[in-house]
Each structure stands twice: as C-alpha cells, then as structure tokens.
C-alpha cells in the first residue's frame, strides 16, 4: 500500500522560509510524478508545484522564484522549499503521487495510481 507521509509545517512570519518534506513508503518512487497543492480555508485546491520524473518541474505563478521542488530518489522523498513566505501563502499543504501500480505499469509507462498525503498545515502570520 503506497503512503505518503508530509513533515515540515508551521507558524512562520512573513518573509520566513520553511522546508516541507513528503515520504513515500510502497510506490514505484522514481517512475511518479510528485507534486505539492495547497488549500487555503473557503478555496479550492491548487498545483503549487510539480516535478516529474526526468527532474522537470512547474510551478503556480504566486510561488515562482519564492519556492523549490525537489526530489531524493534514493530516500524516496520530495521536499518544498518555502522562502519570502506570504500571508496569502497559508494553507493545508499537500503531497501527491502519480505513478505506476506495478512494475508491468512502470515497464508500460502507465501512471494508474494517484495518492495523497494527510496534509501538513502552514501558517504565515506575524
């Protein structure tokens, strides 16, 4: 059973930086697509950044130049690295995985399994 386990959040100050951190137990790590989303209260989620399997990454508007997406394949982990952080920055932070059920779905390319992480909350207050 895939599991993704997020770390890192907490009370900031505007300007602050933070380090989410996400650990995958059971995928196929290297073969996903891994990415951060956000909610803040009364709005709907959103892709704050993406980085797919060759090291490629995307990321939301707000957040270019201010946060980072990265990955450890070897420690099957995926951080967000949070600097100039904004009040308007607050929210649920979540990790997601797209990637291959099995290693047959690896061999095929299929990503056919999507999983989220329990969220870790991110507050940017003074």
């Known amino acids: 059973q895939v599991q993704l386990v997020e770390s890192g959040g907490g009370l900031v100050q505007p300007g602050g930086s933070l380090r989410l951190s996400c650990a995958a137990s059971g995928s196929i790590f290297s073969r996903s697509i891994m990415a951060w989303y956000r909610q803040a209260p009364g709005k709907q989620r959103e892709l704050v950044a993406r980085?797919?399997?060759?090291?490629?990454?995307n990321y939301a508007d707000s957040v270019k130049g201010r946060f980072t997406i990265s990955r450890d394949n070897a420690k099957n982990t995926v951080y967000l690295q949070m600097n100039s952080l904004r009040p308007e920055d607050t929210a649920v932070y979540y990790c997601?995985?797209?990637?291959?059920?099995?290693?047959?779905?690896?061999?095929?390319?299929?990503?056919?399994?999507?999983?989220w992480g329990q969220g870790t909350l991110v507050t940017v207050s003074s």
């Open positions: 997601n995985s797209k990637g291959p059920k099995t290693l047959r779905a690896a061999v095929d390319g299929k990503l056919d399994l999507e999983v």
């Open positions: 980085i797919i399997i060759g090291g490629t990454t």
